[in-house]
């Protein structure tokens, strides 16, 4: 394990009840992210990520509020860059 995670996770157990529950919350999703990412190439999560962005974007066409720039700087924010990553 990586040493700056596990010192942080000897502190957690005195954090707030409210922040511990951000927290886990925010681990879990990565977790949902690392496994369905496994064992994909960085081809095949270009893909993803391309065909999630599109999806979006059709949604957006059909009455949405978020521009197009939007969604692309929430997915980058998300699941960070992987394009440049995989380049």
């Known amino acids: 394990m990586n040493k700056r995670l596990q ?5 957690f157990a005195s954090w707030p009840p409210d922040a511990q529950e951000e927290a886990i919350a925010s681990l879990e999703s990565i977790e ?3 496994n369905l990412n496994a064992g994909l190439s960085p081809a095949q999560q270009e893909a993803k990520l391309v065909a999630l ?5 059709r949604s957006i066409e059909r ?9 692309d700087a929430m997915i980058d924010e998300r699941f960070g860059d992987s394009r440049a990553q995989g380049r």
């Open 7 to 11: 010192e942080l996770l000897e502190r």
């Open 32 to 34: 949902v992210t690392v």
């Open 53 to 57: 962005r599109e999806m979006i974007h």
């Open 63 to 71: 009455g949405g509020s978020y521009t197009p720039d939007d969604i």
